[in-house]
């Protein structure tokens, strides 16, 4: 199995402009979960879906930031418009049966200047 | 005040020697707890897995859970340089949501 793909690997936008990540999970994975990691706040849940289904948002920082999953093999997290302070590394993770094993992607690493 | 609490390090060991690593929480909620390590510019790697208090060994690592103090560690016996990382707690209640500590970066030296 490859594991969880995330990309673009690097991403280096201007502020205002339109940010779109993706990730493809586990096949048979049904948890999807959106994390975002800085040196200031860590790793945090931003939010997670189930069978495509999202069910905690609460974590979204605010209506800049969307995420789909329009089905099982794909998902997206977007930010419109990006700014600054979005610079991060986002990742995806999933799960599936043992919903604590969440197996991570490889990151985005996310640069708005 | 954070829900996890973890010391960010850096913890230098030589090789060979015993590491301990430890978070403690405020949620008295939290019953499933993991450590996740993560290697530079990677995605964090489960490493251990509880259910509520105890203890649970893997080969060099133990994991530690006391509820009563809301603290959980884990221990890596004879460290390799290939042990270091920073090292992640996380926890969570009956959601699906985890709560991860801000991680503990461990070098090891050869």
């Known amino acids: 199995d490859a594991g969880v793909i995330q990309s673009p690997r690097h991403e280096v936008t201007e502020m205002g402009q339109e940010v779109t990540l993706r990730c493809k999970p586990i096949?048979?994975?049904?948890?999807l979960f959106w994390y975002r990691q800085t040196m200031m706040r860590g790793l945090e849940l931003l939010i997670y879906?189930?069978?495509?289904?999202?069910?905690?948002d609460s974590g979204m920082p605010e209506d800049r930031f969307s995420a789909k999953m329009p089905n099982a093999s794909f998902s997206t997290l977007k930010i419109q418009p990006s700014e600054p302070r979005d610079s991060a590394v986002y990742f995806c993770?999933?799960?599936?049966?043992?919903?604590?094993?969440?197996?991570f992607g490889p990151g985005t690493r996310l640069t708005v200047l | 005040q954070k829900e996890v609490e973890q010391d960010p390090g850096p913890l230098s060991v030589p090789e060979g020697a015993i590491v301990s690593l430890n978070c403690t929480y405020s949620?008295?909620?939290?019953?499933?707890f993991m450590w996740y390590r993560q290697y530079s510019r990677k995605g964090p790697e489960l490493l251990m897995y509880?259910?509520?208090?105890g203890n649970k060994e893997d080969g060099r690592f133990t994991a530690q859970v006391d509820k009563s103090s809301k603290y959980i560690s884990l221990f890596i016996r004879d460290s390799q340089p290939s042990d270091s990382a920073t090292y992640l707690c996380?926890?969570?209640?009956?959601?699906?949501?985890?709560?991860f500590g801000s991680g503990t970066r461990l070098l090891v030296r050869p």
């Open positions: 993770a999933t799960s599936g049966g043992a919903v604590d094993t969440q197996y």
């Open positions: 096949s048979g994975h049904d948890y």
């Open positions: 879906f189930n069978n495509n289904v999202p069910i905690d």
């Open positions: 949620n008295s909620a939290f019953q499933y």
């Open positions: 509880t259910y509520s208090s």
């Open positions: 996380a926890m969570r209640d009956s959601s699906y949501k985890l709560i």
